[in-house]
């Protein structure tokens, strides 16, 4: 009986050290994992402390020149902050370009190019002050003259660096145009003057170019007959389809063989609604001031020619005199316009 104990209880510790062995071996494979997951954890924070030393020495190099510097980058000279890529140290921050003693431009810089907001000179002289991007005028600008059609100076707002807005265009100190712009073309209400401030034309523009449209006015526009022949020229006031068809005249000039005639308007085309309204309808003069010239190519021997300009004035309402326009000829005005075929560009009674 004692023998049945002994085996009784030597069966319950074996199957007891079975338990416990087999615990063991769950907790070294437990612990087993723990050091695969601590190594690979270890790997990452190296790798990521390297990065991080990495990153700092990259960043004292750069901020050790990243201090108000002069240097000379292709010939101009550079004085600002700066930074340092592939070992070549670059424009990065606020600085200055300055050239032959002169600054040109004055704002920020992204990796060696003007990028941000700046201004530029030239010849001592703000001529720009606004957005850049990657070295190019960008963004919403001022222009106080830049270079634009013609080596004429451009004032005014910018986009992208071209006009843009209501603006002036300066040939010296002499304003040529005023008015509006859009993407660097004349568009919208402008004037377009001489150097000596007289108006060439006075109205709406589209692209660039004159569209003749709507209420305007011009210094000199060439007229021609149905025949497509040049009558002389128009100065005055224009409304649509007046000024389109080029035929109002304020200034004819009409040519037989060596005989020509010619008239002007100072005043112009009437603005009043009755003399717009009937303007528009008919294409005609509404009013003005004739002159009517009477003058042959033939001059005396001091170059004066031997029949003088004889001044008429008129206006709406008014008949133009039915004078000779050579003294003692048979030469009519009344019979020239017609004969010319510019008599139906004046009003009705005129004549």
């Known amino acids: 009986m004692l023998q049945n104990i002994m085996d009784d ?15 063991i071996e769950e907790f070294q494979a437990q612990r087993d994992d723990y050091k695969r997951e601590r190594d690979a954890y270890r790997r990452e924070r190296d790798a990521a402390l390297h990065k991080l030393r990495e990153l700092e020495a990259k960043m004292a190099a750069e901020q050790a020149v990243r201090v108000s510097r002069t240097v000379v980058p292709e010939g101009a000279v550079y004085h600002g902050t700066m930074r340092r890529i592939a070992g070549i140290e670059v424009a990065h921050g606020k600085g200055k370009e300055i050239s032959h003693g002169r600054i040109v431009y004055d704002g920020d810089f ?36 830049i270079f634009w059609e013609q080596g004429c100076k451009y004032h005014g707002p910018t986009r992208d660096g071209k006009p ?30 001489t150097r000596d401030g007289r108006v060439l034309y006075e109205g709406e523009w589209a692209n660039g170019d004159r569209t003749n449209k ?4 011009v210094g000199s526009m060439e007229l021609k007959d149905d025949k497509r022949k040049r009558l002389g020229y128009y100065f005055g006031e224009t409304l649509d389809a007046a000024c389109q068809m ?19 308007t100072a005043s112009g085309m009437a603005k009043e609604r009755n003399s717009a309204q009937d303007m528009k309808a008919s294409g005609r003069m509404a009013s003005g001031t004739a002159r009517g010239r009477h003058t042959t190519t033939a001059k005396k021997a001091d170059g004066i020619p031997r029949c003088p300009i004889t001044p008429i004035r008129w206006q709406a309402g008014q008949k133009i005199p039915n004078i000779n326009l050579v003294p003692g000829g048979g030469w009519k005005l ?4 017609q004969d010319r075929g510019v008599s139906e560009y004046f009003p009705a009674g005129a004549l």
């Open 9 to 23: 209880n030597r069966c319950s510790m074996k199957l007891l050290r079975q338990q416990y062995d087999k615990r």
């Open 110 to 145: 992204v990796d060696g190019k003007r990028h941000g907001q700046g201004e530029e000179f030239a010849s001592r002289k703000s001529i720009y002050k606004g957005g850049w991007a990657d070295g190019e005028r960008d963004g919403a600008g001022v222009a106080t003259g």
């Open 164 to 193: 843009h807005g209501e603006g002036e265009l300066r040939d010296g100190d002499k304003v040529i145009y005023k008015g509006g712009y859009k993407d660097g073309k004349r568009h919208g209400r402008g004037t377009e003057l």
């Open 214 to 217: 709507g209420e305007g006015k």
């Open 246 to 264: 080029a035929r109002e005249s304020c200034e004819t000039t009409a040519t037989e063989s060596s005989t020509a005639a010619s008239g002007r």
């Open 334 to 337: 009344h019979q020239l316009l």
